[in-house]
């Protein structure tokens, strides 16, 4: 069982920063492909940025070039620098994780078993 806490979300202008932790315990982290994910009032659970076991990395179109995923296995945590934000950012920011997740997987919600709470982050214009 793994459980995931996020933190550091909040309040931002239009470019500005944030960087977002996801804090496991339970289970030691070097094994599990996490993500970020997102959801947005009245939109569906979209996928953000994900870092395999392996240390690949994806990151959906939208944040490509503002965005930065890493892990520190040594710590559990898994981070998400986000730069640049704008309005369209704002949403409920989701950690997720699973087990020796690769490839196309790791952008697909379903993929993942375990999810944290979520953290606010709302960027004004």
């Known amino acids: 069982q793994v459980q995931l806490v996020e933190s550091g979300g909040g309040l931002v202008q239009a470019g500005g920063s944030l960087r977002l932790s996801c804090a496991a315990s339970?289970?030691?982290?070097?094994?599990?492909?996490m993500g970020w994910f997102r959801q947005a009032p009245a939109k569906e659970r979209e996928f953000v940025a994900a870092?395999?076991?392996?240390?690949?990395?994806a990151y959906a179109d939208s944040v490509k070039g503002r965005f930065t995923i890493s892990r520190d296995n040594a710590e559990d945590t898994v981070y998400l620098q986000m730069n640049s934000l704008k309005p369209e950012d704002t949403a409920i920011y989701y950690c997720?994780?699973?087990?020796?997740?690769?490839?196309?997987?790791?952008?697909?919600?379903?993929?993942?078993?375990?999810w944290g709470q979520g953290t606010q982050v709302t960027v004004s214009s």
């Open positions: 997720a994780a699973r087990r020796f997740l690769l490839g196309e997987t790791l952008t697909t919600s379903n993929a993942y078993n375990y």
């Open positions: 339970g289970r030691t982290l070097s094994t599990y492909s």
């Open positions: 870092i395999s076991w392996r240390e690949s990395t």
